[in-house]
């Protein structure tokens, strides 16, 4: 018989755009006995959830919960729900995970438009809007912060454009909720998707999302009338609102809506362990303070960053528009940055990132994010990535680095 050994993952300091370290909080609420479903124990949590998410995207939208699955279940029951067959849809594109709000689209069976930028930059503004007059999409979705390139698309101005022109704005804020403010409502942002294994720190498997009453009126027009027990597995479906039916069951969010509101109509069984993380995970970055929260983010990015520039890396991307969560640096000519990765993870259990499609083997991404982002951790990377360099045969100002993020420690005000 095989024997397998206590299960005991080692002690890693994640420096990678997520999943990053859980809170220990986190990982202890996530380890409590087991609720019903509709114990009103575990619907008091519910809804201790719902308040505490309307607080981290800053809106006064009803509908604020989690749906469970990765983010991208978000983002696909965001999409799913709210495109139709032939439904007109622009997606600006800045880096990989635009194109996964393009290839949703596109199986939702949208007439899918889109616009391109180079990598490591970002859209002004005016150019997505004069698209937006252009093509008159019934729905936007675009990326707030592009993990893949380490860069953060304004969007109050997309915001107010879209609402002018009566189109749907669907934002992906999964990389940058509680690191980098997300204003829901003041940038008419009508869905967004948050992520939990980001900076939130929470693990990965739930995909945070709020929508208003426009968004609303979408889907409760596709919704399915059923006969006799709303929303219990066997009643049949008679019908639907004059919109085309939703094709997810799962992802279909006029029904998680009814699940999360107070008639509690059964759709999936709420993660319960899950639900536990989220809330302590929410808890605790609301107790820190939101302002405080993207202070810390701000403060660790200046030292790493400030670190990194006096070691005699190059940092990646144009800077007017970097993501304060992830800091990409160029990988020099003739070092094997895999190499590099792997060191860095086997002799210091440090774990940093390469990137995808045209940055593969260009870049490395170093995240700051939720519980990963902190002094210790910048402080410990800084040390490390030095050594592995020069290791790698790079001539580097051997010392700098961490003299260069102290003096950002010791002189900024917090
Ligand atoms: C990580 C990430 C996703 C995907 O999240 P999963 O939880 O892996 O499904 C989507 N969008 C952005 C911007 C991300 O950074």
Same mark, same amino acid.
């Given at each position: 018989?095989?024997?397998?050994?206590?299960?005991? /993952?080692?002690? *890693?300091?994640?420096?990678? /755009?997520?999943?990053?370290?859980?809170?220990?909080? =986190?990982? %202890?609420?996530?380890?409590?006995?087991?609720?019903?479903?509709? &114990?009103?124990?575990?619907? #008091?949590?519910?809804?201790?959830?719902?308040?505490?998410? *309307?607080?981290?995207? %800053?809106?006064?939208?009803?509908?604020?919960?989690?749906?469970?699955?990765?983010?991208?279940?978000?983002?696909?029951?965001?999409? +799913?729900?709210?495109?139709?067959?032939? &439904?007109?849809?622009?997606? /600006? @594109?800045?880096?990989?995970?635009?194109?996964?709000?393009?290839?949703?689209?596109?199986?939702?069976?949208?007439? =899918?438009?889109?616009?391109?930028?180079?990598?490591?930059?970002?859209? &002004?503004?005016?150019?997505?809007?004069?698209?937006?007059?252009?093509?008159?999409?019934?729905?936007?979705?675009?990326?707030?912060?592009?993990?893949?390139?380490?860069?953060?698309?304004?969007?109050?101005? @997309?915001?107010? !454009?879209?609402?002018?022109?009566?189109?749907?704005?669907?934002?992906?804020?999964? !990389? +940058?909720?509680?690191?980098?403010?997300?204003?829901? &409502? !003041?940038?008419?942002?009508?869905?967004?998707?948050?992520?939990?294994?980001?900076?939130?720190?929470?693990?990965?498997? $739930?995909? /945070?999302?709020?929508?208003?009453?426009?968004? #609303? *009126?979408?889907?409760?027009? *596709?919704?399915?009338? #059923?006969?006799?027990l709303q929303g219990s597995v066997d009643s049949p479906l008679t019908g639907m609102h004059d919109g085309p039916a939703i094709r997810s069951n799962y992802l279909d969010l006029s029904q998680l809506q009814d699940y999360w509101s107070p008639a509690r109509l059964n759709h999936h069984t709420e993660m319960t362990s899950m639900l536990y993380g989220l809330r302590e995970g929410l808890r605790i970055a609301l107790?820190?303070?939101? #302002?405080?929260?993207?202070? %810390?983010?701000?403060?660790?990015?200046?030292?790493?960053?400030?670190?990194?520039?006096? $070691?005699?890396?190059?940092?990646?991307?144009?800077?007017?528009?970097?993501?304060?969560?992830?800091?990409?640096?160029?990988?020099?000519?003739?070092?094997?940055?895999?190499?590099?990765?792997?060191?860095?993870?086997?002799?210091?259990?440090?774990?940093?990132?390469?990137?995808?499609?045209?940055?593969?083997?260009?870049?490395?991404?170093?995240? +700051?994010?939720?519980?990963?982002?902190?002094?210790?951790?910048?402080?410990?990377?800084?040390?490390?990535?030095?050594?592995?360099?020069?290791?790698?045969? $790079?001539?580097?100002?051997t010392g700098a680095a961490l003299q260069a993020a102290l003096d950002v420690y010791e002189n900024t005000e917090v």
């Amino acid at each position: 018989m095989t024997y397998y050994a206590e299960l005991s /993952p080692p002690p *890693r300091t994640i420096m990678t /755009p997520g999943p990053v370290e859980a809170d220990p909080r =986190v990982l %202890r609420a996530l380890s409590y006995p087991i609720l019903g479903q509709f &114990d009103p124990a575990f619907t #008091e949590l519910m809804n201790d959830t719902m308040g505490m998410l *309307r607080a981290l995207f %800053r809106t006064s939208n009803q509908w604020a919960y989690p749906v469970d699955g990765t983010s991208r279940s978000g983002i696909e029951a965001v999409l +799913t729900s709210l495109v139709s067959p032939g &439904d007109r849809v622009l997606i /600006p @594109i800045y880096g990989r995970f635009g194109y996964l709000l393009q290839e949703i689209a596109e199986r939702c069976g949208a007439d =899918v438009a889109v616009l391109e930028k180079a990598w490591g930059t970002v859209f &002004d503004p005016e150019e997505v809007i004069a698209a937006i007059r252009a093509s008159r999409p019934k729905l936007l979705a675009m990326v707030h912060g592009e993990t893949s390139t380490g860069r953060l698309q304004p969007l109050a101005d @997309i915001g107010s !454009a879209c609402r002018e022109y009566g189109v749907l704005f669907v934002v992906d804020a999964v !990389a +940058t909720i509680g690191g980098v403010p997300v204003e829901t &409502d !003041a940038w008419h942002i009508d869905a967004v998707i948050g992520g939990t294994q980001k900076c939130l720190s929470v693990p990965s498997g $739930m995909a /945070p999302v709020t929508y208003n009453e426009r968004a #609303e *009126r979408v889907l409760l027009a *596709r919704k399915k009338i #059923e006969r006799g027990l709303q929303g219990s597995v066997d009643s049949p479906l008679t019908g639907m609102h004059d919109g085309p039916a939703i094709r997810s069951n799962y992802l279909d969010l006029s029904q998680l809506q009814d699940y999360w509101s107070p008639a509690r109509l059964n759709h999936h069984t709420e993660m319960t362990s899950m639900l536990y993380g989220l809330r302590e995970g929410l808890r605790i970055a609301l107790a820190e303070g939101l #302002e405080a929260r993207f202070g %810390r983010h701000r403060l660790n990015e200046k030292a790493l960053s400030a670190g990194l520039s006096a $070691m005699g890396v190059t940092l990646y991307g144009d800077p007017a528009c970097k993501l304060p969560v992830v800091t990409c640096v160029d990988i020099p000519d003739g070092i094997d940055g895999e190499s590099v990765r792997s060191m860095l993870l086997r002799r210091f259990g440090i774990e940093i990132a390469g990137s995808f499609g045209p940055l593969k083997g260009k870049i490395w991404r170093i995240g +700051t994010m939720g519980y990963s982002c902190s002094q210790k951790n910048v402080l410990h990377l800084l040390g490390a990535f030095e050594a592995v360099l020069t290791r790698h045969g $790079m001539k580097l100002h051997t010392g700098a680095a961490l003299q260069a993020a102290l003096d950002v420690y010791e002189n900024t005000e917090v």
